[in-house]
């Protein structure tokens, strides 16, 4: 009989801290990295980004945290999204309304920006380029300002990403 009351306190203080862990997961606002979004109206169609913001600290991120010619999630936790509510054209190529993945391929003198039909996932671990929609190259530009958290803004019409001494941004038109 004392040994099943044993097996019982153990499974129960398991459920325990495992709904627990869940639970402090689902407060994001409270992760190292936390959540934000950015939405505004671009060629007529509202333009939302969620991503989360991870902070510099001190680190090396470009070629560094954020290694050169791989894709990356372009945030932290889950990765981040883009959606429109209107087909628009970025960088002049058509991308059909909708929620996309947003991914990037950071370089030391030009990125990749990807729109994937796989918005839902953790980070890039499940990135998939079978599901890209659109892919774009832009320039980064090197900024004398620290941003010590990546922030994106949309400004005009144009989607800006900022994180340490580097800007990253991109078009949109009809």
């Known amino acids: 009989m004392k040994r099943g009351i044993n097996i019982f306190n153990v499974v129960f203080f398991t459920l325990l801290l495992t709904t627990s862990l869940f639970a402090q997961d689902k407060d994001k606002k409270d992760r190292p990295s936390p959540p934000a979004e950015v939405t505004g109206t671009v060629a007529g169609s509202t333009i939302t980004i ?3 913001q ?3 600290k001190g680190r090396k991120i470009w070629g560094g945290l954020v290694p050169y010619n791989e894709v990356w999630r372009t945030g932290a936790n889950e990765a981040t999204t ?3 509510s209107k087909d628009i ?3 002049g190529v ?3 309304a909708g929620k996309y993945g947003l991914f990037t391929i950071p370089g030391e003198t030009e990125w990749t920006i ?4 796989t918005w839902d996932q953790w980070g890039s671990y499940n990135y998939d380029k079978k599901a890209d929609k659109l892919r774009v190259k832009v320039k980064p530009v090197k900024s004398s300002t ?3 958290k ?3 803004t949309i400004e005009g019409d144009n989607v800006k990403m900022k994180w340490e001494y580097m800007e990253v941004g991109f078009k949109i038109s009809k």
């Open 150 to 152: 990546l922030t994106f």
């Open 146 to 148: 620290l941003t010590e």
């Open 114 to 117: 990807i729109f994937n039909k």
């Open 94 to 96: 058509l991308l059909p």
């Open 89 to 91: 054209k970025i960088e």
């Open 54 to 56: 991870p902070s510099v």
């Open 50 to 52: 969620n991503y989360s």
């Open 82 to 84: 883009f959606e429109t």
